[in-house]
């Protein structure tokens, strides 16, 4: 085992104990009935998230390719998913009915991941993030046009299984694959690839059937979010997985540091807590997040941008991009 | 007939499309970015009107300056503002930097305007022509030809003129150019003045055929101009007018015979279809890449 290969177990293991931390906290919170019912209602979109968040940064931050697309698979997990329950609710059990619906979610997600990827991945940068947000729309208006899953009235009847311990075990499996994913063989091929693609490309890599893995993976946890999204809420329509959605996801990532897998779990909290708990801040909440992307970006694209960060405790965000632009050695930096 | 009309609409259409894809593909093929923000520049226009004859009441040509200024302006600051630091980043930092500024001026209007559609004023005048039985809308006949005498004196202004030719020679080289003596700063900041002032033109036409702007009007018709852009190959302005027409005419027939929710998708659709056969689009240059 190498020496990267151990600070990248302890980082993992660090991750798992923030993420342990806080659930252990709000279970007591819960439990004494120190939360209101209004903090409980958004523990379960908190968990689909980081979810999503974290799938998306395996797509921009490890395969370093923009994906606008994300909210479109979510939407088809969510559909395959809904639908699968709300036909199946008078057989199965809830305790197997809403795995099975997660799962499903997820492969049929999987499945338009790997239909949208096949042509779409031949291209990269901003032609891949058009075409992948053309690919979102797309999904979005055939599900209003299906007969099938309500068309713009919504779906109906989904019986409401999400929880939050559920939400909680769900985040810990997309962690456990995810994390344990990039520091693969695999997924350091994919960071080879990211850092220099014909230089990965000399070595061996095959560079479009890693770009199709990542971006099923990404697909495929996205859908199982959908799955969960579906759950929670009395009714599904496809108008909230437009490409608002996807760029809200970016921003999670972006904030919390591309590539840094703990980074995007912190920022999905918080920037789901925060409109709740600031009812003023709900008005000004885009704006905020529109300035936000700008000067994250301004401040890592200047060497002393990227101090100012590194002080400020982003530090994986600052090390990361700071490592891309001057070209150096990327391994180990990435948690 | 119908289908003449239907043709005349979505060449209507297309021209605006075309008016936007211009800006999009001058400031790619120069910048090498796609400016997410471009489709609210649209959005700008259109408010700018709607204030200064609506509430204001400026006569109409005042406004239309305004309108073309304000954009202008607007461009070219965000271009110093948020572009030009990022200049030797990544694609994929100005890209994001791109849709921040999209929002930023999104839910800037929103805070100022409020979610709901404002009413677009009348600015054109003019009774609908007839052609035998074929009739069309006076804003369409208006669009239609603006856009034409716009197209032409771009082409001459690209073409003819020394700051065209700087424009031309820092989309194939920018050292190069910077060696012959050319301002790479302020070549780029005169296409985002230009590629801006078309959006503005693009905003009052559009307003003028819809009727209605919102704070999100600007995206939709600017990422199916960027649809456009790419159809007639990035980078190259004869290009970005005849994928804009072809684009036009394609979601006005898609509306009229097959559905008319169905009608974006069919649109974005088009574009996949177009990467994977002819990536480069239909005018685009092959670029070879380097190691």
């Not at chain 2, 211009?22 to 120069?30: A, D, E, P, Q, R």
């Not at chain 2, 609210?40 to 040509?61: E, K, N, Q, Y």
């Not at chain 2, 202004?157 to 790479?184: C, Q, W, Y």
């Not at chain 2, 190959?233 to 097959?258: D, N, R, T």
Request: hydrophobic fraction near 55%.
């Amino acid at each position: 085992m190498g020496l990267n290969e151990i600070k990248a177990k302890k980082n993992d293991l660090i991750t798992y104990g923030i993420v342990i931390i806080l659930f252990a906290i709000v279970a007591v919170m819960v439990a004494t009935g120190m939360a209101t019912r209004h903090m409980q209602s958004i523990l379960v979109p908190v968990c689909i998230n980081i979810i999503l968040a974290v799938s998306l940064n395996l797509v921009v931050g490890f395969l370093g390719e923009l994906s606008l697309g994300h909210a479109g698979f979510m939407s088809v997990g969510a559909y395959a998913g809904c639908l699968f329950a709300i036909y199946t609710a008078d057989i199965l059990p809830a305790a197997v009915r809403f795995p099975l619906a997660m799962i499903i979610g997820g492969v049929v997600a999987a499945v338009f991941g790997v239909l949208i990827g096949i042509p779409v991945l031949r291209l990269s940068g901003d032609y891949l993030a058009i075409v992948t947000l053309a690919a979102g729309e797309i999904i979005r208006s055939v599900i209003i046009n299906l007969g099938f899953t309500g068309g713009a009235a919504g779906l109906k009847g989904t019986p409401q299984d999400s929880n939050f311990i559920i939400g909680f075990v769900v985040v810990l499996i997309t962690m456990f694959v995810i994390m344990n994913f990039v520091n693969s063989k695999h997924g350091r091929a994919i960071k080879a690839m990211r850092d220099n693609k014909i230089a990965a490309e000399s070595c061996g890599v095959n560079l479009n059937s890693y770009k199709l893995l990542a971006f099923v993976m990404g697909a495929f946890f996205a859908g199982v979010a959908g799955v969960l999204y579906g759950h929670n809420y009395s009714i599904l329509t496809a108008d909230v997985f437009d490409y608002n959605r996807s760029i809200e996801i970016l921003v999670i990532v972006v904030l919390g540091g591309i590539g840094s897998i703990r980074g995007s779990i912190i920022s999905a909290i918080i920037i789901t807590i925060l409109p709740e708990a600031l009812r003023g801040f709900a008005d000004y909440r885009m704006l905020i997040y529109a300035i936000a992307l700008i000067v994250m970006m301004l401040l890592n694209s200047s060497e002393k941008g990227r101090e100012i960060l590194s002080k400020l405790n982003f530090r994986s965000l600052g090390s990361l991009l700071k490592n891309r632009g001057a070209k150096k050695e990327v391994q180990g930096n990435d948690e | 007939m119908d289908f003449l009309s239907n043709l005349i609409s979505g060449l209507s259409l297309g021209s605006i499309y075309a008016l936007i894809a211009l800006g999009y593909t001058m400031v790619y093929g120069i910048a090498k970015m796609l400016n997410f923000a471009h489709g609210d520049i649209i959005m700008v226009g259109a408010f700018t009107i709607i204030v200064s004859i609506s509430t204001c009441g400026l006569p109409v040509w005042v406004a239309l300056i305004l309108s073309v200024v304000m954009c202008t302006v607007l461009g070219v600051v965000t271009e110093r503002v948020a572009y030009k630091p990022l200049r030797k980043s990544e694609p994929l930092t100005v890209l994001i930097t791109a849709i921040g500024v999209s929002y930023l001026l999104q839910n800037l209007a929103l805070l100022i305007f409020g979610s709901s559609q404002k009413s677009f004023p009348s600015i054109f005048d003019i009774s609908s022509v007839h052609i035998g039985d074929l009739s069309m809308s006076g804003e369409s006949v208006v669009t239609l030809a603006v856009t034409i005498i716009i197209m032409i004196a771009l082409s001459l202004f690209i073409n003819k003129t020394r700051a065209g030719k700087a424009m031309r020679a820092v989309s194939e080289d920018k050292e190069a150019a910077e060696l012959m003596g050319i301002s790479v700063n302020k070549t780029i900041s005169l296409t985002f003045a230009i590629g801006s002032a078309l959006a503005a033109v693009a905003g009052v036409f559009y307003g003028a055929t819809y009727g209605f702007i919102g704070p999100y009007t600007g995206s939709m018709p600017g990422i199916k101009a960027f649809v456009a852009a790419v159809f007639g190959g990035i980078g190259s302005i004869p290009g970005a007018m005849i994928g804009g027409l072809l684009l036009g005419v394609l979601e006005s027939l898609s509306k009229a015979y097959i559905s008319t929710e169905l009608s974006d998708a069919i649109v974005f659709a088009s574009l996949i279809v177009v990467l994977l056969v002819k990536p480069t689009g239909l005018l685009g240059k092959v670029i070879k890449e380097k190691v």
